[in-house]
């Protein structure tokens, strides 16, 4: 996926909404479901690296305010 060094997140995560509901309706062909699922792991992965690099960024800023705590994202499982 070349486009993901424009691609917001939202963005991103809408893909991969509308790509999982393809998926889930069960009536695309095999091929295609393929296509579909590799974009969508890219599309999660890149997600991933976004959430990750917030994630970094707000354990710096609150270290800097000296306001350090533990921050975790919360993952639905």
């Known amino acids: 996926m070349t486009e993901n060094k424009t691609i ?9 909404e509308k790509i999982v509901e ?8 095999l091929e295609k479901a393929i296509t579909y ?5 890219e ?5 991933h690296h976004k ?9 710096k ?3 800097e305010h000296d306001e ?3 921050f975790d ?3 639905d499982s």
Do not use: W
């Open 8 to 16: 917001t997140f939202e963005t991103a995560m809408e893909k991969l």
């Open 22 to 29: 393809r998926l889930e309706a069960g009536d695309v062909p």
């Open 37 to 41: 699922y590799q974009e969508g792991m």
């Open 43 to 47: 599309l999660s992965k890149f997600c």
């Open 51 to 59: 959430l990750t690099d917030v994630k970094d960024k707000m354990t």
């Open 61 to 63: 800023i609150l270290a």
């Open 68 to 70: 350090l705590k533990p």
């Open 73 to 75: 994202l919360e993952e």
